[in-house]
């Protein structure tokens, strides 16, 4: 059970046989379960989404070059009460990253619900909204082009409705290959296109049609604000006086070798390894397994092991960690600034259909001014902070 939810309380009442009948007697047609397995839906031709399926259109782009931008959560209510007005539950998956909320049609929000929800996607990473089934694309964009100019990916597909180049589309079908043995599982956590020079901040993700509860196809996201609080005060610091060089030349090269059209040359650009949130004005490590090629100005063994070390603090510390398993009509928000995340593969033979739109932000930047989430944290609510010298007792017991 995600933590802020409770419990459900069962008192039962009658004798202990009558109790024991109570409790035990299954519900539903659980005679038929498979360890496993789920039905796979079948699809016809009358797909109620066919429009937007993918398309590689053989066209091409100037380079980007840089656009104003402010961001609108810096106008949201710190207490996000426009926003959460018509809420009927809202519930964090754990102190560090996630927030679920229910009750908000998406589809009809005021500029200053819109604001709140920046500020709130800002502050929580990602945030959920269930069966959003009346937050068509058009509204989808609508809503990122409040926030700012939409992003156009260069390689990956575009739905076949004309019009939706700014939209990036996920799908998996029926018959599509298991690419897991390709990469890393590192490799695979990322966050969207940092290689631009003003990569994205609040990008939203809807999912179309996708496997039945069970049947896989989660997506994971990880705290870029708890990462940089996971490290010692020295790295710390030694980390803020560096800058990475991000490379869009890999993935260009895949579109290549697929025989597909790059809409848009390929870019290497170099940002500050730790950057400030401009709406939270905390610190984060601004580090991307599948973009990120070297540490600038220091020796590549050196670079190497800084990028392992990052690597294995994304990729493989839970506490930092928000999974979200997906119905149908589901949408999440995050805030690329401040999160990687990384698809979970294993859901074949379904099928997994889904929109994403976002939204070109600041060019990333360092101030030395800035705090940690754990530092304002620890402040306000008095919650210790964890203990980075290696020194006490550690509780392995759950």
Do not use: C
Request: charged fraction near 20%; proline fraction near 8%.
């Amino acid at each position: 059970m995600a933590p802020g939810l409770v419990e459900p309380q069962f008192q039962p009442t009658g004798t202990p046989t009558q109790i024991t009948k109570a409790v035990s007697k299954p519900s539903g047609n659980v005679h038929n379960y498979i360890p496993g397995r789920t039905t796979v839906q079948k699809h016809d031709d009358t797909y109620e989404y066919e429009d937007l399926r993918p398309h590689f259109p053989n066209i091409t782009w100037p380079a980007y070059t840089e656009v104003p931008y402010v961001d609108k959560g810096q106008l949201g209510d710190p207490a996000f009460k426009n926003l959460l007005t018509d809420a009927t539950d809202v519930f964090d998956y754990n102190p560090k990253i996630g927030t679920e909320v229910h009750g908000v049609d998406l589809a009809n929000l005021t500029d200053p619900q819109k604001n709140d929800l920046a500020r709130l996607i800002a502050t929580r990473g990602v945030v959920f909204f269930r069966n959003q089934k009346n937050f068509g694309i058009d509204e989808q964009k609508e809503l990122g082009q409040y926030f700012g100019e939409l992003h156009k990916h260069a390689t990956t597909g575009v739905p076949k409705r004309e019009g939706l180049e700014d939209v990036h589309v996920i799908y998996t079908g029926e018959g599509s290959p298991d690419l897991r043995a390709l990469f890393t599982p590192t490799f695979l956590w990322h966050s969207d296109v940092t290689y631009e020079v003003q990569p994205p901040s609040y990008t939203s993700l809807k999912v179309l049609a996708g496997p039945p509860r069970g049947g896989g196809g989660d997506t994971l996201w990880s705290s870029q604000y708890a990462a940089y609080d996971m490290l010692s005060p020295h790295m710390q610091k030694y980390l803020e006086s560096l800058t990475a060089i991000h490379s869009a030349e890999l993935q260009a090269q895949g579109t290549r070798d697929l025989g597909r059209t790059v809409r848009r040359a390929p870019v290497t650009t170099e940002h500050p390894l730790i950057r400030t949130n401009p709406v939270t004005g905390w610190k984060s490590i601004f580090f991307n397994p599948g973009f990120v090629t070297k540490i600038v100005g220091i020796p590549k063994t050196e670079s190497d092991h800084i990028i392992g070390l990052l690597n294995e603090i994304v990729a493989t510390s839970p506490e930092i960690h928000v999974r979200f398993q997906w119905n149908e009509g589901d949408v999440a928000f995050w805030d690329n600034r401040a999160t990687n995340h990384s698809a979970s593969y294993g859901f074949a033979p379904h099928r997994r259909h889904a929109v994403r739109v976002a939204v070109r932000a600041e060019k990333p930047y360092f101030d030395p001014g800035s705090r940690s989430q754990e530092d304002e944290l620890s402040e306000r609510y008095g919650v210790p902070k964890a203990n980075k010298d290696g020194s006490g007792v550690v509780n392995y017991n759950d």
